[in-house]
């Protein structure tokens, strides 16, 4: 064939295309005129060379720096890549470094460019190129080359933040100005060829916007300052003391703080906390510390400024708590909304291409190379939707954690300074409810914020997808998704109802379970226990109630929005039938896939509403407590100690605990102390002497008056209140260790002998509440304690109630008037042998000082005081009259009768069946030496009474997994569930595969079925699934709550079940923990979890299955992938459970403390020690928050690599599906396949997520198992042994060699004690403080089981029958008085079981009547939390009655009258002689006159039985411990001159 006829063919197919010779001419001649070193692409070229030679001189400067750093460790400065002192960390300490504008602007610069060329080069792979430089190569290389050089620029700028690198080093300065030349180079080239060819290129565009950025990193190169800034510790001021710099001090340096930003984006900073966990079980010492940014100190103060601002914007307005938690996450919750709307976007690229995609299939032939450009779409849109997913998940939570933390600070200080209105009006249950349950409702809803904005966005992206293959009927399935979100408003505010009385319920139980832990001895002892468990299972029935309303209404939401996306799609393709638009399986699957997305975001819209609700409900709460009132900052004027002479001055003042009635309890109150001055203050019960003490302090509502004070105050309370930890810690109280001064100050509290018996001396750990340690020790403790506080003004509220009267002597002369003496002193007191010393006396009366004076002149006045002193002399007359009768032998016994008492006729008359107490006490005095090294041996295998709380080690055991699942109905219930589940799945899956292929692939192709039959059947399979969804739901809710009930019924009798012992060595905080926190997860989360849990991994088999089916080629990399998800999990789940269970336990001691603090808040302030209690707490919830960040990261860190790899499976699927020949593979059938891969990673995280979060939430049933196997104590009934109805009916009770000490390495409290107790006769015991008084009390009532010996009670051994058997025969009237929240009658008679008419004749003998009967309530009178509105006597009194009411034969009083005056004791003695005649009494007094009287007096020292007798026959002895005691007693309340004339000398 001729040339000509070659020609002559190329132009016939040249013209038959359109295309001429003269423009392929024209290219050519283009192509030549821009060859490689043509005008631009010699740019491009320069380029290259300049950011290659940049690569290299990088690389060489880092190898070599890194060489210098291994090799040349003896320089000063080193050979870092940067050069000397340019950017290595100094040993320098830092308080604050400051990010300024032109280091975050260069951050910003290389972001920028970063993103242009990175887009360039996706654009150039996905368009072509369509730049001025024809050369493919140079452009793709000088794209590259950029990416690398900018991606180097970022990350090593980013470090500077960790070196604190304040100079930029030189090699990025030159870099920085060759840049700009080169850019300007470039950008001049585009300008003459845009003039030379009137044509504007597209890389012009992004050549001027480069060109911009490198003149202003131009002039930063040149200034050579990065913007950080330093500011070293001498130039600032801690926040809050030290505590601003403890992050820094800290052992471990916050990984996450130090990491760059590849370790942040992939969580790889986690690395080694993961290695450490896979090894062996975490401790809280392995988790580095948390970012300051992250501190409780830095949230906390952060807050506070966001509510001064609010404040300073309206002043006149209480700030909107609403407003405030607004202010304080905008930002990070903008920054979270970013990375939310990327997701959101990104996810919807997958839908948006399935129609493109299934058209390219369905092409004959077809190109791989738009298959593959198809595939890196679809592939790189999942891993820009996982990368945002992953960031703005964790940032929510972080999020979550500061607000938390801010909140769970202001209201620890918020409790330090509630008024006394508000602190009565907020029991402790809800205040630790506001802790445990609302503040994490709250920081939770910051996760489900990013829901409100990106559901709109996912709406429009998917109304916009569905108009592209639908049309108009997109808009019908919008109108659909409105209707059925509008109709979730009434849903939403009934559920927010049902909230606020979930809250309210849950408040109650709360706070009736804290009073229980509370007063739980009492209970005991009182047989009151199953009462009051009774009544917490009341108030949690009602709880239930409102749950399960909550929870049926919740399954009923949650049943509409999951039919939701199937309802939408059969509305969208009937409307479409209608309005007569052709649906293909392209059209269908796009449409399909569109809304399996936004199945996810409508499925978590039940969840978005109900914790909307909750959390509306929770800040609503917690804003209001936070509004409370304080106390008033005014009510004391502080006035510096040289400017007067006075320490304490009170003008006009007036008092009232509660304002707002109008009855002041404090009237015409003028007083004037100078500084030095010794102040006594008396009065009978309820005149007003602690209220005197608390305005002083500033406790008290002031309604007029001046209140002036001078100099630093100490505060000792009335009811002791001594914190968990060892006795040196109370003491000191937060100052520093002064030897000298700490022995001095323990020897003059009389706490030497204490501390030596104790097995570990002052480190010996003491329990909740002082749980171990006696009245007496605790009272000197906390003497000790504001003793040592060195202050200039002493308080001292009844300080010698619970002390024996050795004891009371010494504390006053060695510690008020000897350590103390200078210090100005007011001290409340009962025993008028203390009053002679004071330098002034006041003399309370009805809220008034009724007299003032020294004690001579009182007693010259008469009136109140007369009759005080006059009651004294009658208790004392009592003691002489039985001294003096000791020479005669004549004494009067209880009964009123005389009596001679020789040897025989008291064996005759007490019925008394004694061992030979002469070969007690000689076995005692030959056993001294061998106690000795008893005591030595015990204290070696001492434990603390305080245990760790238990921890489980390792997985969750299966069997807690068994115990929940099979709870309710033998587990009967779940298979049904599971079915119901996997059906609801299949009819999905069947609905979707339906349409996909009954639709015709292209509009071209005839369908097979019509359209009206696909819909109507698709409409029918969704209806079906909604059924099996139904039935799922409702059983799921049923099973979920009854089993969280069980769960708790059964760890509420185990409590209750519980020895004494369980409770002295657990803190209420781990039980409310319990009940509170963990109770919660079982009663709203877990069911729904494992649920959740059960649906994803269905999920993800059938989209498995779906992808397999049409090709099994997946298979191939889905195995080792799969292999890898389980391996990564395996690895993860160990440090991941541990966590979880450091959080619960860290979470213990927030609540713990705070319930402590709020019940020693008045001592806190006394001592202004509120500011380190406040860092205390921050302290702990930074340790709570160091747990709960690791453990978010955790969950992030695992969640990235499974993402990652489910990424891979898509991206090998899409492959192998475009690689297939055409005739192997259904298009429809691989556009479904694809549709399920596009949610695979949603699914895989979830299985993730809900996997980790079971294990997790599973470690609350983990933690109520463990309460709920509680070894018991006694049974309460024994059948085959229950005493007879009238026993006891003499009372005699039998000590034979009794033992008893509190655990099996703690020494022996009582020692081999043998002896009687005559029936109807009164027993005295007495002994020092800590000798085993209570202790026998406990023995008697079992509380504490004799470990050898018997206690016989009319020869019914004790042990032989219940404990509600022995106990409701007995009565105690005990040490600390207990009252409940209620009513007067109510805590009189809580099981109702008497008349009014009884309960009135009760008050008036406990001295109460008049005073019910002056109240307008009368018995139904309030007692607020604790008792705090009535005095302590008056508390006291009323447990008097419940003693009078109930009757025993045996009445045990452990001090029962220490907190009243001298005269109401003797009303009192006088009482129960003569309605107790008939009774065994056993007294346990430190006031001797109480006991004088009794016809046995029991003398116990260090457990052993000293003496045992009448009281004359033991002062016939005057070497007679007793007769000394007594001795002591007349000498020092008998001659007041003397005691007057002492400190007159002094």
């Keep these: 064939m001729s040339n000509q006829s070659i020609s002559a063919d190329i132009s016939d197919i040249l013209q038959l295309h359109g295309i001429s010779k003269l423009a392929i001419l024209e290219n050519f001649l283009q192509r030549q005129e821009t060859s490689l070193f043509s005008g631009v692409c010699t740019g491009k070229t320069i380029a290259i060379v300049l950011h290659i030679s940049f690569l290299c001189s990088f690389f060489v400067k880092f190898v070599w720096g890194r060489f210098a750093q291994c090799f040349v460790k003896g320089s000063e400065q080193g050979l870092s890549p940067t050069g000397p002192n340019e950017d290595m960390p100094t040993n320098t300490s830092y308080s604050s470094i400051n990010f300024g504008f032109i280091y975050k602007a260069t951050l910003g610069c290389c972001t920028c460019l970063l993103a242009c060329y990175s887009l360039s080069t996706l654009w150039i792979l996905l368009y072509g190129n369509q730049t001025q430089c024809a050369w493919h190569a140079t452009v793709i290389v000088a794209d590259v080359v950029h990416i690398l050089v900018w991606s180097i620029m970022f990350i090593r700028i980013f470090t500077f933040r960790k070196t604190i690198c304040r100079r930029i080093p030189n090699l990025l300065r030159a870099w920085l100005i060759c840049f700009c030349i080169e850019s300007i180079f470039t950008l001049l080239i585009d300008i003459d060829r845009a003039i030379r060819n009137w044509t504007v290129y597209n890389d012009m565009y992004m050549d001027c916007f480069t060109s911009l950025l490198s003149i202003f990193l131009l002039c930063i190169a040149i200034r050579g300052n990065t913007g950080i800034y330093t500011c070293t510790k001498e130039l600032e001021e801690p926040l809050l003391g030290s505590n601003e710099f403890k992050y820094a001090a800290a052992k471990k340096e916050s990984a996450y703080a130090k990491a760059n930003l590849l370790e942040l984006l992939t969580f790889s900073w986690l690395n080694p906390l993961l290695s450490i966990g896979i090894k062996k079980p975490l401790e809280f010492d392995d988790l580095s510390n948390i970012a300051k940014n992250d501190s409780a100190d830095h949230v906390y103060s952060r807050f506070s400024r966001k509510i001064d601002m609010v404040k300073q914007k309206d002043p006149s307005k209480t700030p909107s708590m609403t407003k405030v938690v607004f202010l304080f996450i905008w930002k990070k919750v903008a920054l979270n909304a970013m990375f939310a709307v990327v997701y959101a976007c990104a996810s919807y690229v997958g839908p948006y291409l399935i129609n493109d995609f299934v058209s390219y299939l369905t092409k004959n032939p077809r190109s791989t190379h738009e298959g593959y450009i198809l595939a890196c779409t679809f592939f790189l849109a999942k891993i820009i939707e996982t990368t945002a997913q992953r960031r703005w998940i964790f940032g929510s939570r972080q999020l979550g954690m500061r607000l938390r933390a801010a909140l769970t600070a202001h209201i620890y200080r918020k409790g330090l300074n509630l008024s006394v209105q508000a602190r009565q009006s907020h029991t402790s249950g809800e205040l630790i409810n506001y802790m445990s349950v609302d503040i994490p409702r709250i920081g939770d809803f910051t996760w489900y914020l990013n829901t409100i904005w990106m559901l709109p966005i996912q709406i429009v992206l998917a109304i916009s997808i569905l108009y592209n293959n639908v049309g108009l009927a997109s808009l019908v399935g919008f109108a659909a998704t409105l209707a059925v979100m509008m109709g979730n408003i009434p849903i939403t505010r009934r559920q927010r109802y049902f909230q606020s009385k979930i809250m309210k319920s849950k408040d109650e139980r709360m706070k009736v379970t804290s009073e229980i832990l509370r007063n739980m001895k009492v209970l005991k002892l009182q047989a009151w226990d199953m009462r009051y468990a009774q009544k917490l299972e009341d108030l949690r029935k009602i709880e239930y109630n409102w749950l399960k309303k909550s929870a049926q209404l919740g399954a009923a939401s949650l049943f509409i929005f999951s039919c939701t996306p199937a309802f939408i799609s059969a509305i969208t393709f009937a409307a479409a039938y209608f309005m007569g638009i052709p649906l293909t399986s392209g059209r269908v699957l796009s449409a399909l896939a569109t809304f399996r997305l936004l199945q996810d975001p409508i499925y978590t819209l039940p969840d978005l509403f ?893 457990g052993t039985l000293l003496e045992y007798d009448s009281p004359l026959k033991l002062l016939k002895n005057k070497n007679s411990a007793f007769s000394k005691l007594i001795q002591e007693y007349s000498t020092r309340s008998g001659n007041a001159d003397k005691f007057q004339t002492q400190f007159e000398i002094e």
């Design 610 to 1502: 109900s914790n909307l609700a909750q959390a509306k409900v929770s800040l609503d709460r917690v804003t209001s407590y936070l509004q409370e009132q304080e106390l008033q900052e005014d009510a004391v004027e502080s006035i510096p100690m040289h400017l007067t002479e006075l320490a304490i001055e009170i003008e006009g003042g007036e008092f009232s605990w509660d304002p707002f009635a109008g009855e002041q309890t404090l009237k015409e109150i003028n007083l004037q102390v100078k500084r030095g001055m010794r102040v006594a203050v008396c009065g009978t019960i309820g005149s007003g002497k602690s209220s005197l003490l608390s305005c002083i302090l500033g406790e008290i509502p002031k309604t007029s008056g001046i209140v002036k004070v001078s100099g630093t105050k100490a505060y000792v309370p009335q009811s002791a209140w001594i914190q968990t930890g060892n006795i040196r810690e109370n003491i000191l109280f937060g100052s520093s260790f002064d030897n000298d001064k700490y022995e001095r100050i323990v020897k003059a509290c009389a706490l030497n002998k204490d501390l030596e018996l104790l097995p570990h001396g002052d480190q010996t750990e003491i329990g909740e509440r002082g749980t171990n340690l006696s009245g007496g020790q605790k009272q000197r403790i906390q003497i000790a304690r504001a003793v040592y506080q060195n202050a200039d003004i002493y308080l001292m509220d009844d300080p010698f109630s619970a002390v024996d009267a050795h004891t009371g002597t010494q504390l006053f002369e060695e510690c008020l008037t000897g350590v103390l003496r200078g210090k100005t002193l007011i001290y409340v007191t009962h025993q008028v042998e203390f009053l002679p010393s004071a330098d002034l006396i006041l003399v309370m009366q009805n809220g008034k000082i009724a007299q003032a004076g020294k004690y001579d002149e009182l007693l010259k006045e008469g009136k109140s005081f007369e009759a005080l002193v006059s009651a004294h002399n009658q208790a004392l007359g009592a003691v002489v009259a039985v001294d003096n009768l000791s020479s005669t032998g004549m004494l009067q016994g209880s009964n009123g009768n005389h009596t001679e008492l020789s040897d025989d006729n008291l064996d005759v008359q007490s019925n008394v069946q004694m061992r030979d107490l002469k070969i007690l006490n000689s076995e005692k005095q030959m056993g001294n030496e061998v106690q000795q090294e008893t005591n030595a041996n015990h204290k070696c295998k001492y434990s603390q009474i305080t245990q760790d709380e238990e921890r489980e080690t390792g997985s969750v055991s299966k069997k807690v997994y068994w115990s929940y699942l099979t709870a309710v109905y033998g587990g009967g219930l779940v298979p049904i569930i599971l079915i119901s589940q996997i059906l609801f799945q299949g009819c999905q899956l069947g609905s979707n595969y339906w349409m996909a292929w009954a639709s015709p692939p292209t509009l071209d192709m005839e369908p097979i079925i019509s359209t009206r039959l696909l819909i109507l059947v698709y409409v029918a399979i969704s209806i079906g699934s909604s059924v099996f969804l139904l039935i799922r739901a409702f059983l799921l809710v049923s099973v979920g709550l009854l089993t969280s009930q069980k769960l708790f019924l059964g760890m509420l009798h185990s409590i209750f079940r519980a020895p004494m012992s369980f409770f002295d060595r657990t803190p209420a905080g781990r039980i409310l923990n319990r009940a509170s926190t963990d109770q919660s997860v079982l009663d709203l989360e877990i069911s729904n979890i494992l649920s959740w849990l059960s649906f994803s991994i269905i999920q993800l088999l059938g989209t498995v299955a779906v992808m397999s089916g049409l090709a099994w080629q997946v298979f191939v990399i889905f195995i080792p992938v799969t292999a890898f998800c389980i391996w990564y999990q395996q690895y993860f789940i160990p440090t991941s459970r541990e966590l979880s269970r450091l959080l619960g336990i860290k979470r213990a001691p927030i609540l713990h403390h705070f319930a402590e603090s709020l019940s020693g808040a008045a001592t806190v302030r006394a001592f202004d020690q509120e500011l380190r209690f406040v860092e205390r707490n921050l302290s702990l919830v930074d340790d709570h928050s160091r747990v709960r960040f690791h453990t978010i990261s955790c969950t992030e860190w695992l969640a990235f690599r499974l993402n990652f790899l489910s990424n891979l499976i898509f991206a090998f699927s899409l492959v192998v599906v475009v690689s297939l020949p055409e005739d192997l593979i259904n298009p429809s059938i691989a556009g479904l396949a694809v549709t399920y891969a596009l949610s695979l990673n949603l699914q895989q995280a979830a299985i993730v997520w809900n996997v980790s979060n079971a294990e997790t939430k599973m470690i609350s049933v983990e933690r109520i198992l463990q309460y709920s196997d509680i070894p018991c104590e006694a049974p309460l009934a024994i059948e085959e042994s229950r005493p007879a109805l009238e026993w006891p009916s003499y009372g005699i009770i039998f000590l034979e060699n009794l033992q008893v000490r509190y655990g099996r390495h703690l020494p022996f409290v009582l020692k081999s004690l043998t002896c009687t107790f005559p029936g109807r006769q009164k027993i005295g015991v007495v002994g020092r403080t800590g000798s085993g008084k209570s202790t026998l009390i406990q023995a008697l009532f079992r509380v504490v089981e004799p470990t050898e010996g018997k206690i016989i009670i009319d020869g019914v051994d004790i042990c032989s029958i219940g404990l509600h058997d022995l106990r409701s025969k007995l009565s105690i009237i005990p040490q600390e008085p207990a009252m409940f929240q209620g009513t007067i009658r109510e805590n009189l008679d809580p099981l109702g079981e008497y008349t009014d008419i009884e309960i009135w004749q009760t008050l008036d003998k406990c001295q109460l009547g008049n005073l019910m009967r002056s109240r307008e309530e009368k018995m139904g009178s309030r007692v607020t939390e604790n008792g705090e509105n009535w005095s302590v006597g008056q508390q006291q009194l009323v447990c008097l009655g419940r003693a009078l009411l109930k009757r025993s034969r045996i009445l045990v009083l452990d001090e029962a009258t220490a907190s009243v005056d001298t005269a109401t004791d003797a009303t009192i003695q006088a009482i129960i002689r003569s309605e107790f005649a008939d009774c065994t009494v056993i007294t346990i007094a430190h006031r001797i006159h109480t006991v004088i009287d009794s016809d046995l007096v029991l003398l116990l020292s260090e």
